[in-house]
Every structure is written in C-alpha cells, then in structure tokens.
T-cell receptor
Framework: DTGVSQDPRHKITKRGQNVTFRCDPI?????LYWYRQTLGQGPEFLTY????????KSRLLSDRFSAERPKGSFSTLEIQRTEQGDSAMYLC??????????FGPGTRLTVL | GENVEQHPSTLSVQEGDSAVIKCTYS??????FPWYKQELGKRPQLIID?????GEKKDQRIAVTLNKTAKHFSLHITETQPEDSAVYFC??????????????FGSGTQLTVLP
C-alpha cells in the first residue's frame, strides 16, 4: 500500500498522559497536514509542513500539542497532558505542489 | 477565517435518483473546492475538485458546479447506487504559506441510497 499510513490506528489513554502519533506520507510528497475530526463533523486543520518546515498552525493547536517533521518525511504529533476533550480522530494528509490532499486512515484517540 | 456551511446534513434518495449537496463559503480568497467521500470508519477520499477558474466539472456520474459571485458550490450525483451511501464533505481552500491550501471543511452530509 503506497498511500498515507498512520500509527497507531487506535490509542486509549488516561487523562494526563502524553501520547504520540506517527504519519508516513506518500513517498516524495513534500506537503504534510494534520487535521482533527470529531464525531459528526468535518476535519479541522491543525498544522501544515512543507518539507521539514512547519508553516502554519491553527489556533486549535494549544501549547500541549506539538508536531515535528525532522527530515521532511514522516511526521509526529504529540499531545501532552491529555484531556477528555482531546478525544477525536487525528488525520494526516499529504500532497505535492498540486492542491490535492490524500488522507491517511487516522488515529482514533480515546482519553478516559 | 473561512467558514463553510453544508446542506443538507442528511439526504435519502431512491436508487437511480439524483442527489444534490450544497455548500457556501465566506472567504473570497478561497479558490480550490474539493469534495471528499468518507465511509464509516475509513479515510476521507477525494472524489472530485474544482478550481475557481471554471464553473463546472464532470466525472462520470459526479459533477460539481461553482458560483464564485454567490460563493456557493454544489455536488451532483446522478443515477445513484447503494455504494454511493456515505458521508460527503465539501471543503474550501485558500492560498496560505508556501502556496499550500489550508482546507476548511463543511460539517458533512450523510447520503443514504435506498435500494
């Protein structure tokens, strides 16, 4: 499968714990996006990388959230001190210079 | 920022009938409008997109129309089939850093095609 992959697919954690998600974009895609999707809603933009540079961050991305893409390939999204409101599907998408964004399967986070 | 509204939230049609989903956007700078289909528990998949330099685009049973003046765009599915049942999301993209598009999504339409 040469599509966008995400790991893990599901994560259950207790409130206050830190979690980290990984996204592997389609090979040679220089653009990588993170979105959050809650039940019954469309994806909400969180942040965007072009190569290794983080160029955009949403106001939704509080100080507890950090994202990296150190070598311009895979990316990680870390949430520190998780809260119940962080429960959602975290989607990664990648693309090239065209506008098309290809989504991964997502990581479903449940904070107890 | 951009605001995208999508209607209806649910839509049921008989197999073979047409389905129409409408979206409006607020930011006149938006110039890229994709539509995604998301089946339960699966990733959003791009089904069609349109840029602001055209008013209509077709791909087999799917078409999208764009009215820039009124800031609205619509998805048309003809000859619907049960496998078209899914949640459909519209989105609007405006240029942002590095010429990428930050997409703002609508809240989705649950389409059910009844056999």
């Amino acid at each position: 499968d040469t599509g966008v992959s995400q790991d893990p697919r599901h994560k259950i954690t207790k409130r206050g714990q830190n979690v980290t998600f990984r996204c592997d974009p389609i090979s040679e895609h220089n653009r990588l996006y993170w979105y959050r999707q809650t039940l019954g809603q469309g994806p909400e933009f969180l942040t965007y990388f072009q190569n290794e540079a983080q160029l955009e961050k949403s106001r939704l991305l509080s100080d507890r959230f950090s994202a990296e893409r150190p070598k311009g390939s895979f990316s990680t999204l870390e949430i520190q001190r998780t809260e119940q409101g962080d429960s959602a599907m975290y989607l990664c998408a990648s693309g090239r210079e065209t506008d098309t964004q290809y989504f991964g399967p997502g990581t479903r986070l449940t904070v107890l | 920022g951009e605001n995208v509204e999508q209607h209806p939230s649910t839509l049921s049609v008989q197999e073979g009938d047409s389905a129409v989903i409408k979206c409006t956007y607020s930011d006149s700078a938006s110039n890229y409008f994709p539509w995604y289909k998301q089946e339960l528990g699966k990733r959003p998949q791009l089904i069609i997109d349109i840029r602001s330099n055209v008013g209509e685009k077709k791909d087999q049973r799917i078409a999208v129309t764009l009215n820039k003046t009124a800031k609205h765009f619509s998805l048309h599915i003809t000859e619907t089939q049960p496998e078209d049942s899914a949640v459909y999301f519209c989105a609007a993209g405006a240029p942002s850093s590095g010429s990428a598009r930050q997409l703002t999504f609508g809240s989705g339409t649950q389409l059910t095609v009844l056999p």
